[in-house]
């Protein structure tokens, strides 16, 4: 089979595209905050919940836009840390919220400037102009549920 793939079906399809350029954007964050050990799902999950604070389950999934197993998932190691607690929530028992630890407040600082190498990285091979834009467009699909 020496036979090259290619996409002559579907060279325009967004979702392949997008796929593959997001597994290569995850793999240069994952590369550069390897020091710290955290993935870059990981890292944006404690930046958000720093900026934030305690969350519930299926509010971090809502605006993370996926689903709560694939979330409760990858919570499962940041909590096994100590990074993160997810406790019963006062007002609903059945709902659990999610809670930054001190000692994942620590983490998250600490791999903050790696985050910041590997954005400006992104930036500077994108140029600023197509990072807006590209940024846009991103904020834009994200929302795509909401309108089909």
């Not at 089979?1 to 079906?9: C, G």
């Not at 720093?50 to 940041?78: C, F, H, Q, W």
């Not at 840390?81 to 930054?100: F, H, M, N, Q």
Request: glycine fraction near 2%; charge should be positive.
């Amino acid at each position: 089979m020496d036979e090259k793939i290619t996409l002559t079906d579907c060279p325009d399809c967004v979702n392949f595209n997008l796929r593959k350029a997001m597994r290569a954007v995850s793999q240069h964050y994952d590369k550069i905050l390897a020091p710290t050990k955290l993935r870059c799902t990981q890292f944006t999950i404690l930046t958000i919940l720093n900026r934030i604070g305690t969350v519930s389950v299926t509010e971090l999934a809502e605006y993370l836009v996926m689903d709560r197993t694939t979330l409760t998932r990858n919570l499962k190691p940041l909590e096994k840390e100590g990074y993160l607690s997810i406790i019963p929530d006062v007002t609903d028992k059945r709902s659990r919220r999610i809670a930054l630890t001190n000692k994942g407040k620590a983490a998250q600082e600490m791999a903050m400037p790696y985050w910041q190498q590997a954005q400006s990285e992104m930036v500077v091979f994108m140029g600023e102009r197509n990072t807006k834009q590209l940024i846009t467009c991103l904020q834009q699909l994200s929302t795509i549920h909401q309108f089909l």
